[in-house]
């Protein structure tokens, strides 16, 4: 008899980082059981991927943008985005000190600085960057009074001498998270729909994003966002990141247009998945 083997879901630790409840939100809408595992970047959460892993990789931020570090690894492993999810994302200042003027250093994620430059901008810290939001928390912890931490504001369950609320340069703050596994898998169950794809160029020719922006114009695909990312092979060699909206009357679409593609040496097309649309 095959022993039973709990399936693992891969977040961005430690508890209580915005990963962590983008986990807890998707499992509540699923049926099956996984076990939580966290690793202490993005990184180690991608290269958690196996057989019985799946993943949830924060992809994107309404104030800046895509985190790179989840396309590439998505895109470069071949991985699979099966669904998405997104959180209303908010931030805090805190620190020990009497005042945030004797603040020399200041702990935050790498992509939490880029959400809360106007805040930072008014101030002399030096920036120390963190991989997840709760590790600027235990940081500082372990520190002394002239260090402070932007944290997410669901952490604000600790005393501290100084704290200063929604500090993000928006209101309007969400991260959109991808669920994201190694084999295909059609798990959408609604009419509205998103497409992920990655096109690869042979050639670097004047006219080439013309003429992938060509294809989906002449099958009057809809595109959300594109983005180009290097080929880390040589210099000028990019790949392109695509999102298409899809419904379930033009989904046969998506084959027509890796077939176009496809029947040109001049490209590679990925399809990484079919997901439905953020409510």
Sequence with gaps: MREYVMKRIAVLGPEGTY???????????????????????????????????????????????????????????????????????????????????????????????????????????????????????????????????????HALDEGFNTVLTHIADSKHNETRFFIVQNKKEEAYNQNDLESSICIETHVDRPGILFDILKKFHELDLNLNSIMSRPMKTEMGKYRFYIEISLNNDNLYKLDDLVNKFSSHSEFVIKVLGIYNRCR
């Excluded at 499992?27 to 180690?44: A, R």
């Excluded at 104030?63 to 590439?72: K, N, P, R």
């Excluded at 690894?73 to 699979?80: A, S, T």
């Design 19 to 153: 990963s962590d409840i983008a986990c807890k939100e998707y499992l509540k809408s699923i049926d099956e059981k996984y076990e939580i595992v966290y690793y202490p970047s993005i990184l180690k959460v991608a290269k958690a991927i196996d057989d019985n892993t799946i993943a949830i990789l924060p992809f994107e931020n309404t104030l800046d943008g895509f985190v790179v570090e989840s396309m590439d690894y998505i895109i470069l492993n071949d991985y699979y985005v099966t669904s998405q999810l997104k959180l209303n994302i908010d931030f805090a200042f805190v620190t020990n000190a009497k005042s945030i003027e004797n603040v020399k250093g200041c702990y935050v994620q790498f992509k939490a600085y880029g959400q809360c430059l106007d805040f930072i901008s008014k101030y002399n810290f030096e920036i120390i960057t963190t991989q997840s939001n709760i590790e600027s928390l235990y940081k500082l912890k372990e520190s002394d009074d002239t260090f402070g931490a932007i944290i997410p504001m």
